[in-house]
């Protein structure tokens, strides 16, 4: 009760939609949203861009190179096309889109609730209360580490770190870590951790295996220019699959050509296959390691085959094919590892990221607490989300991705504005 | 597709197994079965064991007959051979596993399969079961399957059959990855 009185005595605004997230994905919706002169205000909870400023690890850059930093209206505009933004330069960069997109953005205003009202939104936060006809979520993909169960089975003494707690190898006490997890995020911990000296174990599940160049050029301009980034989730065969593939093993540095478990196994990190828990002090692989190895191999491969098969088709003089060896696997790889007696200090879950949805008060969350969308139209009247991986396309996940999903659910968005309206009658389009 | 795509049949009613995918992601909870399997010890090392019933779709399920499997060691154990040794019933699962994956995923990515063969070999140390060294296990040492695979495929193609069979086979998540065992007895 004290609770309704508290929020009836707060200030209320009503607009015709409230953005939530004030990141790429909220910007670039706040663009479009302005060209169709739709009112709307952008929530953010802390300041412009605050998942790249405070969520990320300190070595971090983009997978995407410079030249493919843009979002709608707005382009990299530096001097090194080819180079790769650490994430205060993306922070920068996003900031700076939202001088440029004059964006209404309310900073320091965290959504706690949005519930279904009188047929439109309620939105609650820290900081009054808003009344909207259509709500966009573009709150991030990447609000919670994931932690699997055998998480809550690291012995006492040992730290156990999410990858949104690791920020560089001086957190860490000396000794051995095992780091779980082999998509970028753990090969770069695995990478960066191994060289500041310390002992490296990797456990491998599934993962993508993508070399950084090839033929001469970065593989997102091969992705880009054959058309692969532009793939509808309509066209792909799986799309809960394709949604749900862990990021591939790249790095943003041209250092080196491919960044993959061969490099690690150079530099002697240990690879074991996928943990599957921890029981007593010891650690369980997967013997399966062998397979999630071929499987990462044959998929580079056949991707690198559909690349010469374009580049022959369109007759583009660039560097000569080529293979990549494979991944070399040990004959016997360790089942089994006694943490305390293999002198691990520290265990990092690089086990992918999740949206934090517990704000969310309307019922759109599917068994697995995944919303349902279909192409990023909420199955909600007027419900939008931005910035999941394969939302739209291929590309929807980076930020050069957003534009196109933005533009095609802002028309969505407005089109539901001018027919909701009409139909009530109340207000001409 | 093409006018002239050969019909590939593999045996393997792939509309089906898709049409069981879809209903049974929209009812997770008959997805959940339970296998099971009966046995009688006959004297010495000689089990027979039998399966027929099983739960799945909600339901209690049969296969069209029971079917009975003698198990018992070689006569170098100073046992009766009745049987094969309970060992290399695990190989008969994984090779049965993995062979019906290959058949499905091919049928499924339109590849026709002229002859699927495949030998297991699977090392053991047997001082481990004799209590002799402590420090050696039980189990295998590792399992090695080897597939001759003809099909109307490139080798690439062969190949990632076999890993996406291995992927989605159950007898291979068993042996890979721990399982609780409980075991107990009724008076």
């Known amino acids: ?429 | 597709m093409t006018d002239v795509t050969a019909i590939v049949d593999n045996g393997v009613n792939v509309e089906a197994l898709l049409g069981a995918r879809e209903a049974l992601t929209e009812a997770p909870e008959a997805a959940k079965f339970v296998w099971r399997a009966s046995s009688e010890w006959k004297g010495g090392t000689h089990t027979q064991s039998s399966v027929e019933g099983f739960f799945g779709l909600g339901e209690e399920q049969k296969h069209v007959k029971q079917f009975n499997y003698d198990s018992d060691h070689p006569e170098i154990f100073a046992s009766e051979d009745k049987g094969s040794t309970p060992v290399e019933f695990i190989l008969v699962g994984l090779a049965g596993c993995l062979t019906a994956g290959i058949a499905s995923v091919a049928q499924n990515r339109g590849i026709q399969l002229h002859s699927v063969k495949a030998t297991l070999d699977a090392p053991m140390d047997i001082q481990g079961i004799l209590g002799i060294d402590g420090d050696v296990r039980n189990g295998f040492d590792a399992i090695t399957v080897n597939y001759e695979i003809d099909a109307d495929a490139s080798e690439e193609d062969i190949a990632a059959l076999v890993a996406q069979s291995q992927k989605r086979s159950a007898v291979f998540d068993i042996i890979t990855n721990p399982t609780n065992v409980n075991v107990e007895v009724n008076k």
């Open chain 1, 1 to 429: 009760m004290i609770n309704v009185i508290r929020q009836l005595i707060r200030p209320v605004g009503t607009t015709d939609v409230v953005v939530i997230g004030a990141g790429h994905a909220g910007l670039a919706a706040s663009y479009f949203l302005s060209k169709h002169a739709i009112e709307h205000v952008v929530l953010e909870r802390g300041e412009v861009a605050n998942s790249w400023r405070n969520e990320r690890w300190d070595s971090l850059k983009l997978l995407t190179p410079n030249w493919q930093s843009r979002l709608p209206g707005f382009e990299y505009a530096g001097e090194d096309p080819d180079g790769f933004m650490s994430m205060p330069e993306v922070v920068e960069f996003i900031e700076e889109y939202a001088k440029f997109s004059a964006s209404p953005v309310q900073t320091d205003t965290t959504v706690q609730s949005v519930q279904r009202h009188l047929g439109a939104y309620r939105v609650v936060t820290n900081r009054g209360v808003w009344h909207a006809k259509a709500v966009v979520i573009a709150s991030g993909a990447c609000n919670i580490a994931n932690k699997p169960r055998a998480s809550q089975d690291v012995p006492e003494g040992i730290a156990s770190l999410t990858a949104h707690d690791f920020r560089n190898a001086d957190q860490l006490e000396p000794g051995g870590v095992l780091i779980v997890g082999a998509s970028a995020t753990g090969l770069q911990f695995a990478d960066e951790i191994r060289k500041a000296g310390h002992e490296v174990t990797i456990a491998t599940g599934e993962h993508v295996r993508l070399p950084r160049t090839y033929r001469g050029h970065d593989i997102q301009f091969w992705m880009h220019i054959t058309g692969l980034l532009n793939e509808g989730y309509e066209e792909v065969d799986d799309v809960s699959r394709a949604r749900g593939l862990p990021s591939p093993q790249l790095v943003g540095s041209h250092d080196a050509q491919i960044l993959d478990l061969n490099r690690l196994s150079d530099n002697s990190v240990k690879i074991v296959g996928r943990l599957m828990g921890i029981s007593n002090g010891t650690a369980q692989f997967s013997g399966s390691l062998r397979n999630v190895c071929a499987l990462a191999d044959l998929k580079m491969n056949r991707l690198l085959a559909a690349i010469d098969d374009w580049i022959e088709n369109n007759a583009v003089l660039c560097d000569a094919p080529e293979r990549f060896e494979a991944t070399r696997v040990d004959d016997n790889p360790s089942l089994l590892m006694d943490l305390e007696g293999n002198d691990i200090r520290t265990v990092i879950w690089a086990t992918g990221f999740r949206p934090d949805y517990s704000w969310l008060d309307v019922p759109v969350l599917d068994r697995k607490g995944r919303i349902r969308h279909e192409g990023g139209v909420v199955d909600a009247p007027g419900m939008y989300v931005l910035g999941l991986p394969m939302l739209r396309r291929r590309k929807s996940s980076f930020i050069h991705g957003i534009e196109d999903d933005a533009r095609d659910l802002m028309a969505h968005l407005d089109h539901f504005i001018r027919e909701g309206s009409m139909g009530s009658g109340s207000r001409a389009a």
